[in-house]
């Protein structure tokens, strides 16, 4: 059988039956709960996990993670489209990986003329994040 959603096979009784398409587990999984980049308890939880494995900066990503952090690294503030674009990945994909950057505090977005860009995160409190600010 094969995913409705993201078309990788699915082993013989593995399938779920979700709103009439049938899903591998990982995308009923993220159907049901889809990545939320700000989640307090996330941020916590990844912080605390990094901070005992003893990473810093990209120290224990993926490869697709850290290419996504140092494109935006490297070219300063960026749209999803371009991430997107520039390393040929869906917006699933993108959400996903951008939501753990976000709770490791390597990335945040902001928005700027109704636009929402992607930018390397920078320590300075809450007014650090309003809209606009870079």
Partial sequence: MICQKCNSEIPA???VKHRGQ???EDCYIEVLEPPRSCDVAAVYSAKSARRAAGHQGTDGLTDLQKAIYNFVKAEGPVTHDQVMQK??????????NFAILRHCELLRAFRENGQVFVTIWTEG????MNIGNR
């Fill in 125 to 128: 409190g809450p007014g650090e």
């Fill in 13 to 15: 009784g593995e399938e």
């Fill in 87 to 96: 390393l040929k990945i869906s917006r699933q994909q993108l959400d996903k």
């Fill in 22 to 24: 049938l899903l591998c």
